[in-house]
């Protein structure tokens, strides 16, 4: 695929952000060091992600998938497209797990705000920390147990499928959907 740079430099009101399509890979010219990452490993890490997706993932009709379905699929499709390219280069996976989110437990109040974005977070670090289901970390209820179990079963022998992850987190959105998801008040704190 072509890689085509775009210039952060120009607009400050209308920063593009990486993306893929039929004609190319586009990312920023330059990024910065964030989070103890050098700017060109953050580099390194989209570009995996970007081609993971355009070799791994597959279009989905989603047109009658509620907005927390579609956000736990594109959560755990993530997870997956960040999995396997960590197969061939594992040294991609400590520059993953240094940008990716760390939700803290009890630090979205379920009482007031949609945890949705914070629960999934939890998830999606959890699969990337653990690269198989003997190295899982501890998940704090049984449906996300139970959706690391099957993430793992999907990637254990195999590259798993779009398909599969999306039925995978549709399953787990119809076991742990609360009313409170939908509170207009959302917590984005470390997701």
Same mark, same amino acid.
Request: hydrophobic residues 45%; charged residues 25%.
């Given at each position: ?55 791994? $993932? ?7 998938? $509620?907005? $927390? ?6 959560? /755990? ?19 993953? /797990? ?15 705000? $949609? ?5 999934? =977070? ?13 190295? =899982? ?16 079963? /999907? ?37």
């Amino acid at each position: 695929a072509l890689l085509v740079p775009y210039s952060t430099a120009f607009d400050e009101l209308r920063q593009p952000v990486p993306y893929y399509d039929d004609q190319g890979l586009r990312l920023p010219d330059v990024l910065d060091d964030e989070a103890g990452v050098r700017g060109v490993d953050r580099y390194r890490a989209a570009l995996a992600h970007m081609a993971a997706h355009r070799r791994w $993932s597959t279009p989905l009709v989603a047109d009658n998938w $509620s907005p $927390s379905q579609r956000l736990a699929v594109e959560f /755990l499709e993530a997870a997956r497209v960040d999995a396997l390219p960590c197969r061939h280069y594992p040294g991609l996976r400590s520059i993953l /797990l240094a940008l990716h989110p760390r939700p803290v437990p009890g630090d979205c109040d379920a009482e007031t705000t $949609s945890c949705l974005r914070h629960r999934l =977070a939890t998830l999606s670090r959890a699969l990337l920390e653990a690269p198989d289901a003997a190295t =899982a970390p501890a998940l704090p209820d049984p449906a996300m147990q139970a959706t690391a179990a099957g993430f793992h079963a /999907l990637l254990a022998h195999r590259d798993g499928s779009t398909a599969a992850v999306a039925d995978l987190a549709l399953w787990y959105v119809a076991r742990t959907r609360r009313a409170r998801d939908q509170f207009a008040r959302v917590f984005f704190e470390d997701t």
